[in-house]
């Protein structure tokens, strides 16, 4: 049974830091892109950030790019978003995602999530201005 499972999340004011931690279990994890993808309220999701499969190569959304480092231990089987410079527009639950072989174009309909594999319940991210 393939589990994956959030944390990190919390609320802090515009211009702080969170990490987020993702650690998945029941499957080979190095196998398998990952991504990071939010949803606001009221909103569609967005692709965040994905990582291939051997950490060498990272995606970013335009909206978040320069501000969030994507990483993964793949020892650990645990992925891992560092942010900082939040602003109050990336408010959102964060989910964890097995995306599958390849990370898709973060500005793609894919990099919603519509076809990732497996999910975890998400972490909520509050920023307050």
């Known amino acids: 049974q393939v589990q994956v499972m959030e944390s990190g999340g919390g609320s802090v004011q515009a211009g702080g830091s969170l990490r987020l931690s993702c650690r998945t279990s029941g499957l080979t994890f190095e196998n398998y892109a990952m991504a990071w993808v939010r949803q606001a309220p009221g909103k569609e999701r967005e692709g965040v950030s994905c990582?291939?499969?051997?950490?060498?190569?990272?995606y970013y959304a335009d909206s978040v790019k320069g501000r969030v480092t994507i990483s993964r231990d793949n020892d650990k089987n645990e992925l891992y978003l560092e942010m900082s410079s939040l602003k109050p527009e990336d408010t959102a639950t964060y989910f964890c995602a097995v995306v599958g072989v390849l990370c898709p174009r973060m500005a793609s309909v894919q990099a919603r999530g519509g076809s990732f594999k497996y999910w975890g319940q998400g972490t909520q991210v509050t920023v307050s201005s």
């Open positions: 990582v291939s499969r051997d950490a060498e190569r990272t």
